[in-house]
């Protein structure tokens, strides 16, 4: 299971979400902007526009996610407690996702 959000695939929720970057560098894409956010920055992503990130440096980069209200917990609980085996259980992500309010703008 290590590793499998390493760049999440480009979704929507209906809750904002920001990001706070402590370590490393991050790109995200936000609606239609691509950009790399750097140690400091801080990043904002309303809620129902869709968004992605994954890392952009050779060190491993650290972020801190802030969901308000706070609904992608859920999500991750369930995925260490239900997803076993990738990519064989990528259909339960899905499912999960689709439970929880997230909605993946491409497949999986």
Known sequence: MKGIFQQPV???????????????????????????????????????????????????????IFDAPAHTGIFFKRVSREVKDLPRDLPKVTGIAEATGIRFTKPI
């Open 10 to 64: 480009p979704h929507t929720h209906d809750w904002n979400e920001a990001y706070f970057i402590t370590v490393g560098e991050v790109h995200f894409s936000v609606r239609q902007q691509s950009f790399t956010a750097s140690a400091g920055d801080f990043v904002y992503a309303p809620g129902s526009v869709p968004h992605g990130f994954w890392g952009a440096s050779e060190q491993p980069a650290r972020v801190l």
